[in-house]
T-cell receptor, first 109, second 116 residues
Framework: GQNIDQPTEMTATEGAIVQINCTYQ??????LFWYQQHAGEAPTFLSY??LDGLEEKGRFSSFLSRSKGYSYLLLKELQMKDSASYLC??????????WGAGTKLIIKP | GAVVSQHPSRVICKSGTSVKIECRSL??????MFWYRQFPKKSLMLMAT?????????EQGVEKDKFLINHASLTLSTLTVTSAHPEDSSFYIC????????????FGEGSRLTVL
């Protein structure tokens, strides 16, 4: 079956760095997306990785290892507004996004 | 980025009535739109794929007659929850891509439905 595994919740301090890990099992693979979702709002796109390695975009970076079925989202210089859920969503062979429940990130002052 | 607009953002209705939710791509044409449902602290659940000019493709377990989807134009898809019941109360979200199948999804603002 298809499966996404992310921590349910993480807590970090403002200004610090946090890494949110995601392991996945899918039927085929066509890349992996990370989305941010604030409570009560729709998800917004953060990143897309299809090749192994690190993609950096400002304070956010995303890493992918296809052989390990593993990805992480790295958030630097955390701000209070980064408090949200972070959704790891790999795309399977049918180009369907497989959604996990996400990781709720709590930022403390 | 591209803009997808969803309306209404919140709706409260009585049990047995029908509710229509609109999803519009404001600055691009979307041949395909996706409708999701999300329960609190749960993952997005794909309900159906809406195809312009043809019937929607529903995911297993989603009632076609309950959740009517119409994709009448390249910029508008509608989801109608028919004969709504309290268990239909949920957060409904639409999304669309601007380009190919590996492109990012742009989401509407979501519609919170409460059925009394």
């Amino acid at each position: 079956g298809q499966n996404i595994d992310q921590p349910t919740e993480m807590t970090a301090t403002e200004g610090a760095i946090v890494q949110i890990n995601c392991t996945y099992q899918t039927s085929g693979f066509n890349g992996l997306f990370w989305y941010q979702q604030h409570a009560g709002e729709a998800p917004t796109f953060l990143s897309y990785n299809v090749l192994d390695g690190l993609e950096e975009k400002g304070r956010f970076s995303s890493f992918l290892s296809r052989s390990k079925g593993y990805s992480y989202l790295l958030l630097k210089e955390l701000q209070m507004k980064d408090s949200a859920s972070y959704l790891c969503a790999p795309m399977d062979s049918n180009y369907q996004l497989i959604w996990g429940a996400g990781t709720k990130l709590i930022i403390k002052p | 980025g591209a803009v997808v607009s969803q309306h209404p953002s919140r709706v409260i209705c009585k049990s047995g009535t029908s509710v229509k939710i609109e999803c519009r791509s404001l600055d691009f044409q979307a041949t395909t739109m996706f409708w999701y449902r999300q329960f609190p602290k749960k993952s997005l659940m794909l309900m159906a794929t809406s195809n312009e000019g043809s019937k929607a493709t529903y995911e297993q377990g989603v009632e076609k007659d309950k959740f009517l989807i119409n994709h009448a134009s390249l910029t508008l898809s509608t989801l109608t929850v028919t004969s709504a019941h309290p268990e239909d109360s949920s957060f409904y979200i639409c999304s669309a891509r601007t380009g190919d199948v590996t492109g990012e999804l742009f989401f509407g603002e979501g519609s919170r439905l409460t059925v009394l």
